[in-house]
């Protein structure tokens, strides 16, 4: 992965002025020829043909709010997660491959919280403590980085604003599938697909601007994820996010930085799967979530 190397050296070389969180950590999205973008299915076979070194896993969060910091246990929450994208769509596309046990994800909540800005112009995005006016809140909320909760049990608080016709295609979309009932020990999987805004405001799309995501450039990317094995209880067992801060949910100061690849020639996307993933690729997955438990 020569190619993947030299991406990451130049990413680093060439923005040390922008960086975010992790200090000197720069994730790569992984770019999609046109004839190889993932259908938000909540399949994830299509995803398959993209090496580790694109991957992101648990080993690389933080837990931020109930001090457990990076003490991980696989056996309790293991992820795999990869973040995509296509200069012809214009799409960011994020692909969780969870295992969790005790999943809760569509009758509880415990969510991948997203936040995308995608100009990586940072700043204050949410909450506004010194705002009284409700009005300008609402407009404010989300104008310039915006925060994905996607209730996967159904609609109304996919997006932390009024805006949630971003959540809807054209312009936002996601698909999820479990290999357990809610409660259960398993798999939850899930797909999705994002807008960038460098101006959104809630009124509708004639009223905000959407942005142009470029290979080269670097964008605003974060995700948490929210372990509550236990629905009785209140809060949630783990606040795991990529930044390492609490407070991303509202400042875009505290985002990661992803580099827009250029396609990986290494890759052999001739060779992407489109079916349902063999029982062999079940078991290879869940032998890797097990090494993280050794």
């Known amino acids: 992965m020569k190619k993947l190397a030299l991406i990451f050296a130049v990413?680093?070389?060439?923005?040390?002025?922008?960086?975010?969180?992790?200090?000197?950590?720069?994730?790569?999205?992984?770019?999609?020829?046109?004839?190889?973008?993932?259908?938000?299915?909540?399949n994830l076979v299509e995803w398959d043909v993209i090496p580790d070194a694109y991957w992101i896993n648990h080993e690389q969060l933080t837990e931020t709010v109930r001090g457990v910091g990076t003490a991980w246990d696989a056996t309790d929450l293991a992820l795999r997660a990869i973040v995509g994208w296509n200069p012809n769509t214009n799409k960011l596309y994020v692909m969780e491959d969870r295992f969790?046990?005790?999943?809760?994800?569509?009758?509880?909540?415990?969510?991948?919280?997203?936040?995308?800005?995608?100009?990586?112009?940072?700043?204050?995005?949410?909450?506004?403590?010194?705002?009284?006016?409700?009005?300008?809140?609402?407009?404010l909320h989300g104008a310039h980085a915006q925060n994905y909760g996607f209730n996967q049990g159904g609609p109304g608080l996919n997006h932390w604003g009024k805006a949630q016709w971003i959540t809807e295609p054209p312009y936002g979309q996601f698909a999820n599938s479990q290999t357990a009932d809610e409660g259960g020990e398993g798999f939850f999987r899930a797909e999705y697909m994002l807008t960038p805004f460098?101006?959104?405001?809630?009124?509708?799309?004639?009223?905000?601007?959407?942005?142009?995501?470029?290979?080269?450039?670097?964008?605003?990317?974060?995700?948490?994820?929210?372990?509550?094995?236990?629905?009785?209880?209140?809060?949630?067992?783990g606040y795991w996010t990529l930044s390492g801060a609490t407070d991303s949910y509202f400042q875009?100061?505290?985002?990661?930085?992803?580099?827009?690849?250029?396609?990986?020639?290494?890759?052999?996307?001739?060779?992407?799967?489109?079916?349902?993933?063999t029982a062999v690729e079940e078991i290879g997955w869940g032998r890797l979530k097990s090494t993280f438990a050794e």
Do not use: C, R
């Open 11 to 42: 990413s680093l070389m060439a923005t040390p002025g922008w960086a975010h969180l992790p200090v000197d950590v720069v994730f790569v999205a992984v770019q999609f020829p046109d004839a190889n973008i993932p259908t938000v299915d909540g």
């Open 100 to 139: 969790d046990d005790a999943i809760w994800v569509v009758t509880g909540w415990e969510p991948m919280e997203m936040v995308f800005d995608a100009d990586h112009s940072g700043g204050m995005f949410n909450v506004w403590p010194d705002v009284e006016d409700q009005d300008q809140k609402d407009l």
């Open 198 to 237: 460098d101006n959104l405001n809630w009124n509708g799309i004639d009223q905000s601007t959407i942005g142009s995501l470029v290979e080269g450039n670097i964008t605003g990317f974060h995700f948490t994820i929210i372990d509550d094995d236990d629905l009785e209880i209140s809060g949630y067992e």
């Open 252 to 277: 875009g100061d505290l985002l990661s930085d992803f580099l827009l690849a250029p396609i990986d020639p290494d890759i052999d996307w001739a060779s992407q799967a489109t079916a349902a993933p």
